[in-house]
């Protein structure tokens, strides 16, 4: 676990158009974090390039506010509504556990995030306080981010720190357990009844998931590598996911499934998610400098080497943008279709491993290493910055009704709006 660092404030600067020295970072284990950053007020322009943003809402409809994490199967990481403009807090809790998890809002408004102690929260938004918890009975100490998915009739698939998913009912009973080959990272489903899992070996799975309850498993590939990545897929057969070096594309055949190609762009380990453009492209970010768009035959469609290492994975809204944060404190967006970069923000001072999330309006909310939740509007003005006193490490939600939920390493739990 990374220890808790002392409350602080950091500033947030206006970057130039010169490339930054990345912090240091492994393929894997515990990451350092990032240094401190001097002093600042919120109001500050932080935008090399401001956003000439789109006409088209970059989120898209689902069952739930945020059923999943990065908000649904292709990791658009938008949502249709509005986010907060300040840093007022709704309230502020401490979990047993560090909240390295990020969390899922199902139709309710009920908020589900679990902690490293593998408990999981069904949480009332309005005051923070429990309406139940699920124990897995099960620890974790990796800074890996995943979230549970909201499942239209209300279940709720728990990814939990065993060697299982975890099924409960909207009260919070156990309906039932699905073992997997190791640890599974985030699970996704387009349609609400077909789910995938990845896991920590790198097996891909898929689960038909029926009323009832009943649930049975349909098949299972191994993506040939161990793999950080949560599956994400396009509805229509194709689920993607990352092993070792490379970007793996697996066919849902129906009763199987199997490999229909694999790509290695030979810039490092892969310890982030992909993400699934509205073309199609799939955006891909990596160990190394480069950032990565792929058609879906696997073919290359572009990159570019703007960025710093990154260990947060893209968020691609509806209206073909990419949203990218790095180890040189930089949150960029790309065009998903050309790779050219369409806007470009500098948080001073910190590492952001914090996927960012977008609101209706493009304002982009992220947190750093610093311990620091950051909202931006998308000029580039810093809307509110909240210290949370240790770093953060979780992929932050947004609720139907403005609130941005997010939590640290140190269990502090927060929703800002």
């Not at 292709?74 to 560090?98: D, M």
């Amino acid at each position: 676990m990374i220890s808790q660092r002392s409350p602080r404030l950091v500033a947030l600067s206006v970057v130039s158009g010169l490339a930054l020295l990345a912090g240091c970072g492994g393929g894997g284990g515990t990451k350092a974090a990032g240094p401190s950053a001097p002093k600042t007020a919120t109001g500050r322009h932080v935008a090399a390039k401001a956003l000439d943003v789109p006409t088209a809402v970059p989120g898209t409809a689902t069952w739930a506010p945020w059923p999943s994490e990065l908000h649904d199967a292709r990791h658009s990481g938008s949502a249709t509504t509005a986010g907060p403009t300040t840093g007022k807090i709704r309230w502020r809790r401490n979990l047993t556990g560090g909240v390295t998890e990020g969390a899922a809002v199902g139709a309710d408004g009920t908020i589900y995030v679990g902690s490293d102690d593998g408990i999981l929260h069904a949480i009332d938004p309005a005051t923070g306080k429990d309406r139940w918890t699920y124990d897995a009975h099960a620890t974790t100490t990796t800074d890996l981010s995943v979230s549970p998915l909201v499942l239209p009739d209300g279940t709720i698939l728990y990814p939990s720190p065993a060697t299982a998913l975890v099924a409960l009912a909207p009260d919070g009973h156990l309906l039932w357990t699905q073992s997997l080959n190791d640890r599974p990272t985030s699970p996704v489903s387009a349609n609400g009844t077909r789910v995938y899992v990845g896991d920590d070996s790198g097996g891909v799975t898929a689960i038909d998931v029926k009323p009832g309850g009943a649930h049975s498993l349909v098949w299972t590939v191994s993506a040939g590598d161990r793999s950080s990545a949560s599956v994400v897929t396009d509805g229509a057969g194709r689920v993607y996911t990352t092993a070792g070096t490379s970007l793996v594309a697996i066919a849902d055949r129906g009763a199987t499934g199997g490999i229909a190609w694999q790509a290695d762009p030979h810039d490092g380990q892969i310890e982030v998610s992909p993400a699934i453009a509205p073309d199609g492209t799939l955006v891909l970010g990596t160990n190394g400098t480069n950032e990565w768009g792929y058609h879906p035959d696997g073919s290359l469609a572009w990159h570019t080497g703007s960025r710093a290492e990154t260990y947060s994975s893209p968020a691609v809204t509806g209206s073909g943008l990419a949203y990218v944060a790095d180890h040189g404190s930089r949150v960029h967006v790309y065009d998903t279709s050309t790779g050219a970069e369409r806007a470009t923000y500098r948080i001073g001072g910190t590492q952001i491993w914090s996927s960012t999330v977008v609101d209706k309006d493009y304002r982009v909310y992220f947190a750093g290493q610093n311990g620091h939740v950051y909202g931006v509007s998308a000029a580039g003005v810093v809307l509110f910055d909240v210290n949370l006193g240790a770093p953060v490490d979780a992929y932050p939600a947004l609720t139907a009704d403005g609130a941005l939920i997010i939590g640290a390493s140190n269990g502090t739990l927060v929703a800002v709006g």
